[in-house]
């Protein structure tokens, strides 16, 4: 079966840092682009971060720009997302999800996993 | 940057037809995605490219895409089907990815 699965959240103290892991399996990873994504409560999706399969090209949104980093480890076959100087904004469901090289859509997400930044 | 505009909320019966719509200047010109997520689950793909169907979700779900606006068609609606939609793109201008604000499908 092909999955992902995030983890990694948990509570933490504003101006903390955590990191976000998603374990990839049943599919080849290098074929796609891996992305996080987050949703307050009650809230919308709120695309994060993207890599492409080889790392050559990274995006952020602005939200999060020069505070998150998006990595990956083919070999490992997981994505991670080190986040710094967290806000009480940046609670959330993190969510990964790949897109398959030269599309623009997301096929395949993984269960999310919870980060609440609060003192 | 860009901006999808989504109806909140629609209803419909079961067995009735349900249009959501997704607003964005220039459509024409970009493939529109839509998701499907229920309570406490991650989203699901429903339409891919405008109009194209991954393998699992039923022929009910169609979408289209037509000048300004997109949309997802539900037709024969079930009780299933209650969950909030939303619309996708790739905002190459920027190199983002855009959302929608979401719509909350409810079947009466």
């Known amino acids: 079966d092909e999955q992902l699965v995030a983890s990694g959240g948990g509570p933490v103290k504003p101006g903390g840092s955590l990191r976000l892991s998603c374990a990839a399996s049943?599919?080849?990873?290098?074929?796609?682009?891996l992305n996080w994504f987050r949703q307050a409560p009650g809230k919308g999706l709120e695309w994060v971060a993207s890599?492409?399969?080889?790392?050559?090209?990274?995006y952020y949104a602005d939200s999060v720009k020069g505070r998150f980093t998006i990595s990956r480890d083919n070999a490992k076959k997981s994505l991670y997302l080190q986040m710094n100087s967290l806000r009480a904004e940046d609670t959330a469901v993190y969510y990964c999800?790949?897109?398959?090289?030269?599309?623009?859509?997301?096929?395949?997400w993984g269960r999310g996993t919870l980060v609440i930044v609060s003192s | 940057s860009y901006v999808l505009i989504q109806p909140p909320s629609v209803s419909v019966a079961p067995g009735q037809t349900a249009t959501i719509t997704c607003g964005g200047r220039y459509f024409g010109s970009r493939s529109v995605h839509w998701y499907q997520q229920k309570p406490g689950q991650a989203p699901v793909l429903v339409v891919y490219d405008d109009w194209g169907r991954p393998s699992g979700i039923p022929e009910r779900f169609s979408g289209s895409n037509s000048g300004n606006t997109a949309t997802l068609t539900i037709s024969r609606v079930e009780a299933g089907d209650e969950a909030d939609y939303y619309c996708?793109?790739?905002?190459?201008?920027?190199?983002?990815?855009?959302f929608g604000s979401g719509t909350k499908v409810s079947v009466l």
């Open positions: 890599i492409t399969s080889d790392s050559r090209y990274i």
């Open positions: 049943g599919f080849t990873l290098t074929n796609y682009s």
């Open positions: 996708q793109v790739w905002d190459s201008s920027i190199l983002h990815y855009v």
């Open positions: 999800a790949r897109v398959l090289e030269r599309n623009w859509y997301f096929d395949l």
